[in-house]
C-alpha cells in the first residue's frame, strides 16, 4: 500500500513538473510574439512620425476672388472681354454703364520650410490662363534671429502697399501710382532683412536692402541692378499701434533713342543724348500707420507720399516690363512725379462689417498743368473709394467698392476737357485658405 502511495505521488509530481514546462514554454511563445508585434509596430509609428513631421515642413494656401464689376462708358474694369473697356458691339450702343464678370485672382502657393530656411513657388489660375507670380529660397539667421536672406521673383521692398497682400488690402486695387510704379508688384531680386533684436530699445525696427532687376516677373536682360531699401518701425503700446516708413528705389532705364525728352517752361523739349544711356529712375516714399482699439472697434487710419523721377514712353508714365531696345517705344520721355494715397477704415461696432474710405492721386507729370497738357500720360488722376468689407467667416470675405475717379482737364486732348465717365463699382467675394 505504501509502495502504491509512492507511486501515485510521483507520477503526479512528474505531471505537475511537465504542465509547468509547457506553461513556461508558452509564456516565452507569447512573449516573443508580443515583442515582435511591439517592434513592428515601434517601426511604423517611427515611419508615420517621419511622414507627419516631413508634412508638417509643406504647405499650401492661396485665395480666390471672383468679382463683377459696373463701370460707366469711360472705365476699365479689370476682368471681362475687351481689355475690361466699353464696347458697342458687346454692351450694346449709346449704353450708360457695362458690366464685365470674372476671375480677378486665383492664387496658390506652394511652400517647403526646414529649420532656417524655405522655398516658395506662387500661380495664378484663371480664365484668362496659368501666370507665374513668385518663386523664392529665404535663408533665415539661426543664431541672432536678426538677418534673413531672401532671392528669386520676391515683393519690391518698395512702398507700404506694395507688400500689402492684395487678399488683406482692403479695397479691390493697389492705388494708381503704385500700380505704375511697381505693375508686377515683385521682380527678380535679392533681399536682405535686418531686423532689430526683441526686448531692447530697437525693437521694431526692420531694415530691407535689395537689388532687382528692374523688368518686373521677366527675364533679366542687361548688367545694370536697381537698388532698392526700405526703412520701418512699428510699435504696440495697449490698445494703439502706429509704424513709420521710409523707402528708395534707385536705377536706370535703358534708352534706346538718342535723345532724352525734359520738360521745360510746360512744354516738352529734347536734346540729344548718346543712343542707349541709361536714364535715371529713382523714386522716395514716406508713410505712416495708425489704429487703436476702442469700444466702437478698431479704427485705423494709413497713408504715402511717393515722388521722384520716371523714365517712360511718350503715350504711358508706366515703369517699363523689360527694356527697349527699338527707339520708337524708347524710355526716353523723364517725368518728374508725385502722389500718395490715404486709407481709413472704422470696424462697425461688434459685427463683421468694416467701413472704407480710400483716396489716391497721381501727377505723372509736376512740371506741366491744365492747357500744357497734349498727353494722356501728363494727367493727374485721382480716386474717392467708398466701400464696405464683411467677414463672414475667418475665411470667406464680401467686398463692395464704388472708386469714383477724376482727372485734370486740357483743352488739348478729346474728352479731357471735362471729367471722363469712368467710375467703376466692384462687388468681390473672397475665399483664403
Not at 508714365?317 to 517725368?335: D, E, G
Given at each position: 500500500?505504501?509502495?502504491?502511495?509512492?507511486?501515485?505521488?510521483?507520477?503526479l509530481?512528474?505531471?505537475?513538473?511537465?504542465a509547468?514546462?509547457?506553461?513556461?514554454d508558452?509564456?516565452?511563445?507569447k512573449?516573443?510574439?508580443l515583442?515582435?508585434?511591439?517592434?513592428?509596430?515601434?517601426?511604423?509609428?517611427?515611419?508615420t512620425?517621419?511622414?507627419?513631421?516631413t508634412l508638417e515642413k509643406?504647405?499650401?494656401?492661396g485665395y480666390?476672388?471672383?468679382?463683377?464689376?459696373?463701370?460707366?462708358?469711360?472705365?476699365?474694369?479689370?476682368?471681362?472681354?475687351?481689355?475690361?473697356r466699353?464696347?458697342?458691339?458687346?454692351?450694346?450702343k449709346d449704353?450708360?454703364?457695362?458690366?464685365?464678370?470674372?476671375?480677378?485672382?486665383?492664387?496658390?502657393?506652394?511652400?517647403?520650410?526646414?529649420k532656417?530656411?524655405?522655398?516658395a513657388?506662387?500661380?495664378?489660375?484663371?480664365?484668362?490662363g496659368v501666370?507665374?507670380?513668385?518663386?523664392?529660397?529665404?535663408?533665415?539667421?539661426?543664431?541672432?534671429?536678426m538677418?534673413?536672406l531672401?532671392?528669386?521673383v520676391?515683393?519690391?521692398?518698395?512702398s507700404?502697399?506694395?507688400?500689402?497682400?492684395?487678399?488683406k488690402?482692403e479695397?479691390?486695387?493697389?492705388?494708381?501710382?503704385?500700380?505704375?510704379?511697381?505693375?508686377?508688384?515683385?521682380?527678380?531680386?535679392?533681399?536682405?532683412?535686418?531686423?532689430?533684436?526683441?526686448n531692447t530699445?530697437?525693437?521694431?525696427?526692420k531694415?530691407?536692402?535689395?537689388l532687382?532687376s528692374?523688368?518686373?516677373?521677366?527675364?533679366?536682360?542687361?548688367?545694370?541692378?536697381?537698388?532698392?531699401?526700405?526703412?520701418?518701425y512699428?510699435?504696440?503700446?495697449?490698445?494703439i499701434?502706429?509704424?513709420?516708413?521710409?523707402?528708395?528705389?534707385?536705377?536706370?532705364?535703358?534708352?534706346?533713342?538718342?535723345?532724352?525728352?525734359?520738360?521745360?517752361?510746360?512744354?516738352?523739349?529734347?536734346e540729344?543724348?548718346t543712343?542707349?544711356?541709361?536714364n535715371?529712375?529713382?523714386?522716395?516714399?514716406?508713410?505712416?500707420?495708425?489704429?487703436i482699439?476702442?469700444i466702437?472697434?478698431?479704427?485705423?487710419?494709413?497713408?504715402?507720399?511717393?515722388?521722384?523721377?520716371?523714365p517712360?514712353?511718350?503715350?504711358?508714365?508706366?515703369?517699363?516690363?523689360?527694356?527697349?531696345y527699338i527707339?520708337?517705344s524708347?524710355f526716353s520721355?523723364q517725368?518728374?512725379?508725385?502722389?500718395?494715397y490715404?486709407?481709413?477704415?472704422?470696424?462697425?461696432y461688434?459685427?463683421?462689417?468694416?467701413?472704407?474710405?480710400?483716396?489716391?492721386?497721381?501727377?505723372?507729370?509736376t512740371?506741366?498743368?491744365?492747357?500744357?497738357?497734349s498727353?494722356?500720360?501728363?494727367?493727374?488722376m485721382?480716386?474717392?473709394?467708398?466701400?464696405?468689407l464683411?467677414?463672414?467667416?475667418s475665411?470667406?470675405r464680401?467686398m463692395?467698392?464704388?472708386d469714383?475717379n477724376?482727372?485734370e482737364?486740357?483743352?488739348?486732348?478729346?474728352?479731357?476737357?471735362?471729367?471722363?465717365?469712368?467710375?467703376v463699382?466692384?462687388?468681390?467675394?473672397?475665399y483664403k485658405?
Amino acid at each position: 500500500m505504501k509502495n502504491k502511495l509512492l507511486l501515485v505521488l510521483g507520477a503526479l509530481s512528474f505531471m505537475t513538473m511537465q504542465a509547468k514546462a509547457q506553461t513556461g514554454d508558452l509564456t516565452k511563445d507569447k512573449i516573443n510574439l508580443l515583442e515582435n508585434k511591439t517592434n513592428v509596430l515601434n517601426q511604423r509609428i517611427d515611419s508615420t512620425s517621419w511622414r507627419i513631421k516631413t508634412l508638417e515642413k509643406f504647405k499650401v494656401s492661396g485665395y480666390f476672388q471672383a468679382q463683377a464689376e459696373v463701370g460707366e462708358i469711360g472705365a476699365k474694369t479689370r476682368t471681362g472681354a475687351n481689355g475690361g473697356r466699353y464696347d458697342e458691339v458687346i454692351d450694346g450702343k449709346d449704353a450708360d454703364f457695362f458690366t464685365r464678370y470674372g476671375l480677378r485672382r486665383s492664387r496658390i502657393k506652394f511652400q517647403y520650410s526646414e529649420k532656417f530656411m524655405k522655398i516658395a513657388f506662387g500661380l495664378d489660375l484663371s480664365e484668362k490662363g496659368v501666370a507665374f507670380k513668385e518663386a523664392y529660397l529665404q535663408l533665415d539667421d539661426p543664431y541672432l534671429n536678426m538677418f534673413s536672406l531672401k532671392t528669386g521673383v520676391i515683393y519690391v521692398g518698395f512702398s507700404d502697399e506694395v507688400n500689402y497682400s492684395s487678399s488683406k488690402r482692403e479695397s479691390p486695387e493697389h492705388s494708381l501710382i503704385v500700380n505704375k510704379l511697381i505693375p508686377d508688384e515683385k521682380d527678380l531680386g535679392t533681399q536682405l532683412r535686418i531686423t532689430a533684436p526683441k526686448n531692447t530699445p530697437l525693437e521694431g525696427l526692420k531694415l530691407d536692402l535689395g537689388l532687382f532687376s528692374g523688368n518686373g516677373i521677366r527675364v533679366d536682360d542687361n548688367s545694370k541692378m536697381d537698388f532698392v531699401a526700405r526703412l520701418k518701425y512699428e510699435k504696440s503700446i495697449s490698445n494703439i499701434s502706429f509704424g513709420l516708413g521710409a523707402s528708395l528705389y534707385n536705377g536706370k532705364v535703358n534708352n534706346a533713342d538718342s535723345l532724352l525728352y525734359t520738360v521745360k517752361n510746360g512744354a516738352w523739349t529734347s536734346e540729344e543724348v548718346t543712343k542707349n544711356q541709361m536714364n535715371k529712375r529713382q523714386y522716395f516714399g514716406f508713410d505712416a500707420q495708425f489704429a487703436i482699439k476702442t469700444i466702437m472697434g478698431s479704427t485705423s487710419l494709413r497713408g504715402e507720399y511717393l515722388f521722384g523721377y520716371q523714365p517712360s514712353i511718350l503715350g504711358d508714365f508706366a515703369s517699363p516690363k523689360s527694356n527697349s531696345y527699338i527707339p520708337a517705344s524708347a524710355f526716353s520721355y523723364q517725368r518728374p512725379f508725385s502722389g500718395g494715397y490715404v486709407y481709413f477704415l472704422q470696424d462697425i461696432y461688434k459685427t463683421p462689417l468694416t467701413f472704407v474710405v480710400k483716396y489716391s492721386y497721381l501727377d505723372p507729370n509736376t512740371q506741366m498743368k491744365g492747357d500744357e497738357i497734349s498727353n494722356k500720360a501728363d494727367v493727374t488722376m485721382s480716386t474717392l473709394g467708398i466701400g464696405g468689407l464683411w467677414q463672414i467667416n475667418s475665411a470667406l470675405r464680401l467686398m463692395a467698392f464704388y472708386d469714383i475717379n477724376n482727372n485734370e482737364r486740357t483743352a488739348n486732348l478729346i474728352d479731357y476737357d471735362k471729367d471722363v465717365k469712368d467710375n467703376v463699382f466692384t462687388l468681390r467675394l473672397q475665399y483664403k485658405f
